[in-house]
DNA sequence: AAAAAAT
């Protein structure tokens, strides 16, 4: 069984710790002389390590001005006392190592190329060879509207954001992998939750879609472990005990951030373990033997897991919940509740939660903040701007005349040109039955088209969504296991075939255009059985400066409140922390009275309306 | 009522 990076380190940081200048509680601190010291019999069989397991960034400046908030030395819940109240000791104390050698972290392939195998490239070999199609990827991004972008926070003491990563200490061979994934600047979402994350909070955020969630929550986590000192795991038996933990409501969404988080952790020697159900037990079993750092899962078959006792949690440090409201909602609750509060994890406060959405109705922030401690709330809107760049149609047709309408919008867009390898379109529906007969139907009229939902095989899963990503399939006909998450580049057209109940759900589903700064489309099929959305739909599209048809308002005027469980309250910027709507409730109409220390900063966007979300303009985005 | 998530 091999091990990974963060218990080498371990291993390497109890020697340094003998040499007195550990401050940080790391492993044992029995003087040991190097490397005579016992070494467990996971990590005989490796060639001694030669070099000291000093960082990169070996102690030096934190380019930040701002004292208090510089990036703590990681693993503070652990290695010292809590940072988010007066914290002290920032200048690197708990580093590990004095050597200022400036050995960076990528010397120090924790392992991975020591062995027999190789670290596969997780950028592939076309990283440099790309061509300007791919570039445009990620510098896409529109960074001219981040200046305007609301931001709300509340919490105590939050860390001010930063505006390069350059300010954010994360470390060499994650600035590496940084430069590898073409990302230049941070996006909104990652300049204020990533040193948020690093000085150790909790946090609850929300953000657009396609603003960069996963980077958010992954960056602080890898560069956590990498400096952290933690105790020697456990080891022997077949149990593993990953340092972090990361649940998302679909397997597909799991695979898609473990394939990101590999990017991320490239050469950092910090493993990254993906499981989920559907896919053989055995193969995820053998990764998990050979060491993980960071898990992520799907909640079923981590249950699992820990049913067989093949993963503990009580050695976490983070938890990150990606589509956290879905996480928490009836579906879900219970097992994320399980996971969390009745298995092995240490206690909220103790590890380090992050949950993070696009959506954040109040009653799931209620049940969501069971799981935090002293949490930051933060909301971004209006990201660069994915309401802006999808524009929204909704089209009155009739549930006879849904497939007929289909095919013209289809046959437009062959005229136009807008279909094929380059222009995806994505397809919602209700139902599996209704998903596997409209692509049927549509393969039969000469659209080649594919499925995905939950009653196909996992194999059939991930094959349609290869064939459609690769623009052999131009069109996918998906239920809601699509609808969260899921970064397709090029679906210029998102087709909501069925409406969902839930506005929610319609602002995750049209979320899957529009993504990094390209513009994209949303067409809806709207008649009487979507009556109870008409209000919610008409006020979110009007937020969005979306052309809202005279008879959508007429139905929304007529319709009782609706639009699923969550009404947006007054149609403004829909992330707020529901702490200051319990507190204002507390205090009477104290109206000014900040309890939590709010804080609201904007740019532009809000012209003349001060600091407040009650303007025409607001976001969907809670 | 539907979808998702373990076997």
Known sequence: MRSSWADSVTNSAADTAAAGSSANNGAGSTSRPARTSYVPPHLRNRPPSSEPPAPAHSGTSVSNDRPGYGVPPSGNRWGGPRSDLGRSGFGGGGRLGGGGGGSGWNNRAGGWDRGKEREANPFGDDVDAEPAFNEQENTGINFDAYEDIPVETSGENVPPPVNTFAEIDLGEALNQNIKRCKYVKPTPVQRHAIPISLAGRDLMACAQTGSGKTAAFCFPIISGIMNGQFAQRPHGARTVYPLALI????????????????????????????????????QQLRDLERGVDILVATPGRLVDLLERARVSLQMIR?????????????????????????????????????????????????????????????????????????????????????????????????????????????????????????????????????????????????QALRSFKSGNTPILVATDVAARGLDIPHVAHVVNFDLPNDIDDYVHRIGRTGRAGKTGLATAFFNENNSSLARALSELMQEANQEVPAWLSRYAARSSYGGGRNRRTGGRFGGRDFRRDAAAAFSRGGGGTDYYGGNISSGGAYGSNPGGYGGAYTSAWD
């Open 318 to 462: 983070y938890l990150a919940l990606d589509e956290a409201d879905r996480m928490l909602d009836m579906g879900f609750e219970p097992q994320i509740r399980k996971i969390v509060e009745q298995m092995d994890m240490p206690p909220r406060g103790v590890r380090q939660t992050m949950l993070f959405s696009a959506t954040f109705p109040k009653e799931i922030q209620r049940l969501a903040s069971d799981f935090l401690s002293n949490y930051i709330f933060l909301a971004v809107g209006r990201v660069g701007s994915s309401t802006d760049l999808i524009v929204q149609r909704v089209e009155f047709v009739l549930e006879s005349d849904k497939r007929s309408h289909l095919m013209d919008l289809l046959h437009a867009q062959r005229a136009n040109g807008t279909h094929g390898k380059q222009a995806l379109t994505l397809v919602f529906v209700e139902t599996k039955k209704g998903a596997d007969s409209l692509e049927h139907w549509l393969c039969m009229n000469g659209f080649p088209a594919t499925t995905i939902h939950g009653d196909r095989t996992q194999q059939e899963r991930e």
């Open 247 to 282: 649940l998302s409501p679909t397997r597909e969404l799991s695979c898609q951030i473990h394939e990101e988080a590999r990017k991320f952790s490239y050469q950092t020697g910090v493993r990254v373990v993906v499981a989920y159900g559907g896919a053989p037990i055995n």
